[in-house]
């Protein structure tokens, strides 16, 4: 049984990825500082609260345990934050990942998954959003994502490491058994947005001042069919799959890569507002606000590549379907994680 180690494990979408490693039969040890990331969302494989930092704490982990290949989860994702602390961002998302690579290499475990994003493209000059868009990254998150998926060009050609990139467009939803979903701190994803106000709405979950809070949506002036941004979401688990799919490639001798991965279809922002209201069946308050500086009127990608080489099927292929398996988690834990501690 092959062994993959997790770093951000505990995270939203790294969770998701170790339970799906373990349906399919894989071992897993995850590596998380916490610092995001929620101990109760990993229930399989072996857990290191730790830091890629740390690096004797690196040569432990590959010394001790028989490694076969590592996912990566454990960036920094806060667009705005890495504008207001750079530092923060070059520190973890690309010198802490540096020290992963080296310990790898030191211990001959040559087979590297990239959590990358669509971020690394910046402003979009065409949609849908294909591999070969030039990438010309808007923020230093961005950057640091272009830069990781440099070193490992280069890592390639000079130490013979083999990865895949794959670059996210809006991860979204949640476990379809409802143990694990997305709850960060602080919240800045539309969906779970979305669904918190609509819990808030129909009392579910309760806010510091008792009154439901009222979404705001950034802009209904844009060049779009109904006037807000229009984003492609991408179910979490279906992200799992083909991080599966692309180590069983790896495994098979296939060449470094990068791929895409979204629905290929975009959807707006008043349109996720309309999806979650029939599917919750609440009225979801929310206002129109000026826009955010930055924001384009639609970033959509083409996951066609991932379809052709990898044989990846995304499953839950609806905003509908996406949507419902969140809800399914906000109802089960309106407070997030801190809901799964009393059960």
């Known amino acids: 049984m092959k062994t ?30 916490l610092d995001y990331g929620h101990r109760e969302a990993v229930n399989t494989g072996i857990f290191i609260q730790g830091d890629l930092g740390n690096k004797g704490l690196m ?23 890495s504008v207001l602390n750079p530092r923060k961002y070059y520190q973890n998302n690309v010198a802490n990942t540096l020290n992963l690579l080296d310990a790898m290499l030191n211990f001959n475990v040559k087979k590297f998954i990239f959590s990358s ?26 950057y640091t994502k272009f830069m990781v998926e440099q070193i490992l060009r280069d ?79 991408i179910h979490v ?23 895409n991965l979204g629905n290929g279809e975009g959807y707006s922002v008043k349109e996720v507002i309309d999806t979650a209201s029939e599917v919750s069946g609440i009225d979801i308050p929310f206002e129109y606000v000026d826009r955010r500086q930055g924001d384009p009127a639609a970033l959509v990608g083409s996951s066609a590549k991932a379809k052709e ?13 996406i949507v419902e398996t969140a809800w399914n988690w906000h109802k089960k834990h309106p407070e997030g994680f801190k809901s799964r501690k009393t059960y």
Not at 309 to 321: E, F, I, N, V
Request: charge should be negative; hydrophobic fraction near 35%.
């Open 117 to 142: 994003s669509c971020a690394t493209y910046g402003e979009p000059i065409h949609i849908p959003i294909t591999e070969d868009h030039p990438q010309k990254p808007i923020n230093p998150y961005g």
């Open 4 to 33: 993959v180690l997790v770093t951000g494990g505990a995270g939203y979408i790294g969770s998701h990825m170790v339970k799906e490693l373990h349906r399919k039969n894989y071992n897993t040890i995850v590596l998380d500082n």
């Open 155 to 233: 890592y390639s050609t000079a130490y013979h490491l083999h990865y895949v990139s794959l670059r996210y467009f809006n991860a979204a939803g949640a476990d379809p058994d409802g143990e694990i979903g997305e709850d960060h701190d602080p919240e800045t994803h539309l969906i779970p947005l979305t669904l918190r106000a609509a819990a808030e709405a129909s009392g579910l979950k309760k806010t510091k001042s008792g009154e439901p809070v009222v979404l705001k949506v950034f802009g209904n002036d844009y060049q779009t069919k109904d006037g807000t941004c229009i984003r492609d979401y």
């Open 309 to 321: 080489k990898l044989g990846w099927k995304p499953r839950y292929a609806t905003l509908s379907q």
């Open 59 to 81: 040569e432990t982990i590959f010394k001790t345990h028989p490694i076969d290949a590592v996912m990566h989860f454990s960036a920094y994702a806060y667009v705005g934050e």
């Open 237 to 259: 688990v279906d992200l799992a799959s083909a991080h599966i799919l692309a180590l069983e490639r790896m495994m098979a001798g296939g060449k470094s890569d990068v791929f």
